[in-house]
């Protein structure tokens, strides 16, 4: 495969997560090192498994991870990721040693394995065969501190909250609350931290990289790198810099391109729940209802099997397709980068998953959040209270509210001061990644490291 034409580069394996969230920036991040004269290797599980013929610059390799229909039928999201760190480190070990077998010359040899934070259990292999390794964290510096902070209540006996929806601010990281902190609701508590614990410790890695930049969370990095002993390399935007291609694990319906064609600038609200979160019939149906009442147009995607009860978008009872009408358009998966980057969407009702969100403001979109889990409520308290490029919809989702917000985005003159404000980071996130920008110079230090591997 494509590998032949690369045999003279120094060569990168990276370690996905197989979540879209997640392989979505691995790809990206793997493109960008390719074109700084690296041969990449992706490693990844069969579970949620990408097709790699949309990447014909990469080498695939497929690990066996040992998870059964029914583990996968009957396993949360936490439970899954930690099972899979469990099973998938003997294979990745024999995975790794035969390449390492394989070297024909000492240009291609493999230099440093980088791998997404939650498959930890690369790490052990890549001692194990002395290789030296790299973590990529996916989401943000924020969400991170926030974690910190979440693990040592835990430690201290202070979790499960007394109360989940507090109000009471966190004294240690403003301007977030009791309530923003990022606790996920997949499985017991125990495993949960468990995970996140596995995930903080950095253990024998050379160095951390962060798919966020200066313009957004300048001081958490001067934090989060005074209390870490490697160098952290913030160089996100990563999904801007090169382009990359896409593994989707859902098809994408690209008709909804030619539907915003036909409305005007700025006048469309985009909504996405991303790849993970779900809703309730009783939920959807008030969203319908209040975009609908908007009466602005709204390109709505509704994931099949996102509704608890309910197949897909057209079997949840209560007539959502008379409900949405001619103003909406409803897909179960959009093109979201090119959604984003059209000049029809003005605003982005999102969950608030650190790729949409960098996404938005890479393309000046403000947005509505309604965070779901994790560190999603971290970024949506950000949005809103911090850079200002958004409302954060908090309550019980109810018509009435859901039509006033989406108003007071779309129309009102409060949105467009957070247009504004959203239209100036996209510009400061732009500067980041040019010649002498903060993400640009990290990137170069991050190479000049994996070269002097
Ligand atoms: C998960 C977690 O929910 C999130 O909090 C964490 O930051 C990353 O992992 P996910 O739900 O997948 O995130 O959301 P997000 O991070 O936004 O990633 C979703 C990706 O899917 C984005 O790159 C987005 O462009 C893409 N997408 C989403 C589509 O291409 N089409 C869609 O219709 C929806």
Known sequence: MAEQGHRQRPRLVLVATPFQGHINPLLQLSAILHSKGFSITIVHTQFNSPDPSNCPDFNFLFIQDGLSDHDIASLDLTAIVLVLNDRCRLPFQ?????????????????????YDELSYFSEAAAHNLKLPSIIFRTNNANSFLARSVLIEMYAQGHIPLADPMSQEAVLEHPPLRLRDLPISSFGPMKNFFKLMGNARDVRRSSAIIYNTMDCLEESSLTKLQQQCHVPIFAIGPVHKIVPAPSCRLLEEDSSCMSWLDKQAPNSVIYVSPGSLASTNEKDLIEMAWGLANSKQPFLWVVR?????????????PGGLREIVGERGCVVKWAPQKEVLAHNAVGGFWSHCGWNSLLESVSEGVPIICRPSFGDQKVTARYVSQVWRVGLH???ELERGEIERVVRRLMVDKEGEGMRQRAMNLKEKAELCIRTGGSSYNSLNKLVELIKSF
Do not use: M, Y
């Open 393 to 395: 919809l908090e309550d």
């Open 304 to 316: 099949p099997g996102s509704v608890h009860g309910s197949e897909c978008f057209e079997s949840v």
């Open 94 to 114: 024999e995975c790794l040693a035969k390449l390492v077998e394989e070297q024909e010359t000492d240009d291609d040899r493999i230099v440093c394995v980088i």
